[in-house]
């Protein structure tokens, strides 16, 4: 059967299986849909608009308000097609704002493209011949329609995966480079390489590689930075990279699903991971969003009154993992917010329609229990004590911003370290950049703390998860 699909302005007829739920079908057409529990029918974030009604599923009751139910909006794993029907994609899912930071007009193929390819978002740019870096854009990942996390993408079809975002990476460089440098952690360096990803479902963890990658593609070559385990991907080498590495230790914490940690300096590496959760990216936070146009990324309270800051000063549209952390301090400091993550009542409004629940809450609280355990437990491991490190540098899809006192005061970070702490945005896209150019200075001693496995994990991981 047929229905159409009608996306930016545009009615495109699609092709539908029976018995295949409308977010298959928008997976099959390519389109970039946000789907972050991957159809498991329990982020209610995955919604179309439909032209009629349809009778809504226990699911779409739960998780959609009676008003969306009104509008005939309903979720696209919770949707079987029925011919005529006409689906227009509602999620919060707009392109990430764009940086540019120099227009460059030339068509010439010398120059070189550099991407890095996060599990939500795509950042594409290029290096001119001084090592500039020229037309950044950042789009959000085409593969998103398989899930927020790497396992829900390791699990999914990674041929369809690996097709998506070789076509995405031709439109975003649009035949302007020749050669593509990439960094992205362990898993979607082998989806992007359609390499299997089965060794990297469970124990013991076998990737079928690690080191630099070279493949040739109709319209590019791609060279890939090394990884450096199953879970410490390219986008943590690019990282330390973009640190530039010292005498002194620095410390590099990239938050996200899977929070990786390093700590180096000009000799060695001590690297590790911790599974936070999608929280820090707003993936299962009731009005989460990723830092784009609207997300809450800041917020007070000055004189009792509410200070809040959006992405690019739009109206408020959500929360992203900036704006939690300070708003998780701020009702924790004023005792909203208990020790245990309970609001009384459930929830508290922030602005508008956007509220924090208690759920949301201990969400938190688990991914920043998983990055404080981490960290501390790589600084003992490897010997080394808060006073010794130089700098701690905070990257991923957390936000614009990182208010330093939230970390203290939340926990995420000890408050030693959180006075040195600051947010470098994304230091792997810069370190593939220089990469790419040449300057590759990195510490050749490497070691790999699998905390995660250590049993003393546990055990510091539930002393840190109260407020
Ligand atoms: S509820 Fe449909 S993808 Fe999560």
């Given amino acids: 059967m047929q229905i159409t699909l009608c996306l930016n302005g545009e009615k495109l007829k699609q092709e ?15 389109v970039c849909f946000f789907a972050p529990c991957s159809g498991k029918g329990t982020c209610g974030k995955c919604k179309v608009k439909l032209n009629y009604f349809t009778e809504p599923t226990e ?41 540019q930071v120099e227009e460059k007009t030339t068509e010439s193929a010398s120059l070189r493209a550099i991407a890095d390819i996060g599990t939500t978002t795509v ?4 290096t001119d011949e001084k090592g500039n870096i020229v037309n950044v854009k950042s789009e959000n990942n085409a593969q998103s329609a398989y899930g927020a996390d790497v396992i829900s993408r390791i699990e999914g079809d990674i041929q369809m995966q690996h097709e998506l975002i070789i076509k995405q990476l031709e439109k975003m460089i649009n035949g302007k480079a020749d050669i593509l440098y990439i960094c992205g952690n362990t898993a979607m360096m082998h989806i ?21 990658q070279q493949k040739k593609f109709e319209k590019f070559d791609i060279i890939t930075l090394p990884c450096m385990s199953e879970f410490i991907g390219a986008d ?19 938050l996200g699903t899977n929070a990786e940690i390093a700590l180096f300096n000009e000799d060695k590496i001590f690297a590790s991971s911790a599974a936070a959760g999608p929280a820090f990216e707003g ?31 739009a109206a408020p549209a959500g929360i992203c993992g900036s704006g939690l952390l300070d708003i998780v301090a701020a009702l924790r400091s004023k005792e909203i917010i208990a020790e ?54 905070l990257s991923g899809g957390f936000g614009t911003y990182l208010n330093p006192e939230s970390a ?9 370290l959180a006075a040195k702490a600051s947010f470098a945005g994304n230091t792997a896209f810069c370190g593939t950049a220089m990469w790419a150019s040449g300057s590759r200075t990195l510490p050749q001693n490497v070691e790999i703390l699998s905390l995660a496995t250590d049993p003393e994990f546990s055990e510091n991981f539930i002393e840190n998860i109260s407020l």
């Fill in 283 to 313: 993936a299962n936070i009731s009005c989460g969003m990723a830092a784009t146009d609207g997300a809450i990324c800041s917020f007070s309270f000055e004189n009792n009154m509410k200070n809040i800051r959006t992405v690019n000063s």
């Fill in 192 to 212: 992007l390489l359609n390499e299997d990803c089965s060794g990297l479902k469970h124990h013991p963890y076998k990737p079928v590689f690690l080191d630099s």
């Fill in 123 to 126: 950042t594409v740019g290029f």
């Fill in 59 to 99: 699911t779409e009751k739960k998780l959609l308000t009676e008003k969306e139910i009104s509008q005939n909006i309903r979720l696209a794993c919770r949707t079987y097609p029925e011919g005529g029907m006409e689906v227009e994609p509602v999620s919060e899912f707009t392109p990430v704002a764009t940086a």
């Fill in 340 to 393: 245990n993550g309970r609001i009384d009542g459930g929830s508290y409004s922030i602005t508008g329609d956007i509220v924090i629940t208690t759920h949301d809450v201990h969400e938190f609280m688990l991914a920043k229990a998983a990055v404080r355990t981490g960290t501390d437990m790589l600084l003992h491991k490897a010997g080394i004590n808060a006073e010794e490190i130089k700098e701690v540098i």
């Fill in 16 to 30: 539908c299986k029976s018995n295949e739920s409308l977010l298959c079908a928008l997976r099959r057409a390519g």
């Fill in 236 to 254: 943590i080498t690019a990282g330390i990279i973009a640190a530039k590495p010292e005498k002194r230790y620095k410390l590099l914490i990239d």
């Fill in 408 to 416: 203290a005061i939340t926990g995420l970070l000890d408050s030693a």
